[in-house]
């Protein structure tokens, strides 16, 4: 995967999108989803994703019932970044020909996700197509959407130095960085099963904490691909100090062992699934986060570098 | 492709999706969309299509500037079936290696396609699973939304005995029954780049006459995988006569060849890639259909035999 050809990729395709009619949506924070207006107040946020190379994992270890929530995570938890909370899913499946073991699997794997996060499954589009599609073979994307008025809507220009990082611990590599962990790591079997544990669903402790303390909440970020670079989609004027990192999980850890400490960094999320940024008092809004069993803590501070993540204990430090 | 083995899933699935919270959806017409309320008034109408192995012609003829048009075609014309405007776009495109000319090819039609049916591309989702994808193969899938007030959406209730079948002319084969084709037809490239010819997005002329003349029209169906079975997913208690068919299109007569002709009609848009179905007078919702240079005529009418499809010129009955 060649980072650098798929950042001009996205580059070239921001420039179209201005084109067809971007400047309507309404400013959300890093892009976690797109916001529509439905009138001056509501708006509605539609994001897209998929789970990566994780589902060839699960073809390989023939276990398909926890792929679904991967990919509802990848939504759901993109969607509270913006201050939405997730309403509808949908799913579109690809395969060469239809397998009921796999197909089985997947939706119950979505249904618990959608469980999970709150979310009625809507609909979806199964399709068989065997000259492209590998016997066993599938592709799988989430289409998810939710509701945020205008009041609530997290844009990212709240966030100032002193606030507090508030870090929620991740299940292990998530769905993201997949594909280096497959070339750095042995594909036994317990290896394989550690990197398919199903990524966590915060999106409902955080929709909780959102409805509960969002005027204190200036910025979340889901840490997906990129690492912990995500942080710098919020706000390009600060800069990011973790001072007291959650604990690495072994997975991680494993890989570690074989890739330099800054690639980690910008590429899996290192025991922090998620990060909430909040102004003044963070023990209700830890609360919040923690109430439904999430290990969430204090992390970090925002600082005043624009575009610098220092990590305690660590020489790295990641420019945006 | 089984197609038995695909209906069972997808009554598996409507189990499943129950359990979901389904019920909480408001009822739309063929279950072209899922309508999720956001007040007592106003819904959301989504959906989500690929243009199934139309891609692998585009990736053989290497001309990728046309299926984005195909994938917005899918789903803008899904919403308008359920009385929605078409609003806002994702895409999501999976490939094994990122090439720059097939990227920007879609995305040109993606474009091109949003223009054409007034929605804004909102943004999307680019993977890279090298794992999965031979080098130049990809797959593409289309999310849609759209608004809908209550009192306009189009739950296919009021479809009854005597009310006009209108067709509007499709371009030629347009997403579905490609696999079939393939399987038939020679694959000289002259051959080829006619079923490559995009599908038409009827959802402007739509929205307009749904605009002018909603409290007219009844029912409308998007002609998709199922040929003119699609029909009756609108409304189980009546049939349709179609008594004027619309021309088939060259490429389908040429497949007709191959290819029994009650197969034909189950499995391809046989010249009428959109049907409105129009109470009392007619002239009005024609003249809104058409003024955007769109071919559409009365093609038939009503009646009261239940899932059962008559064509003028041919022995075929369809039955649902």
Known sequence: VDVGKGERFVDRLKTVARRAGHDKLWKAAGGYAAVYPINDRDGIAITTDGVGTKLLIASYLKRYDTLGIDLVAMCANDLVCVGATPTVFLDYFAT???????????????????????MILAGGETAEMPGLYERGHFDLAGFAVGNVAKERLITGDAIRPG??????????????????ARKVLSDDTGTLEALLTPTIIYSSAVSN??????FRIAGIA?????????????????????????PVPDILKEIAGHVQEEEMYKTFNMGMGMSVIVE??????????????LLARQVGTVTDKPMTLTIAGSAVTLRG
Chains 1, 2 share one sequence.
């Open 222 to 246: 889901h840490i997906t691909g990129g690492g912990w670079r995500n942080l710098f989609r919020l706000n390009s004027s600060v800069g990011f100090a973790i001072e007291d990192p959650l």
């Open 280 to 293: 003044g008092d963070s023990e209700p809004v830890l609360k919040a986060l923690s109430s439904s069993g």
């Open 209 to 214: 904490a959102l409805a509960a303390h969002g």
């Open 163 to 180: 606030q507090t990082i508030i870090g929620m611990a991740s299940s292990g590599i998530h769905s993201n960085g997949l594909s280096l």
């Open 96 to 118: 060469g020909t239809l397998d009921d073991e796999i197909a089985d699997g997947l939706i119950a794997g979505i249904v618990e996700g959608c469980d999970q996060a709150g």
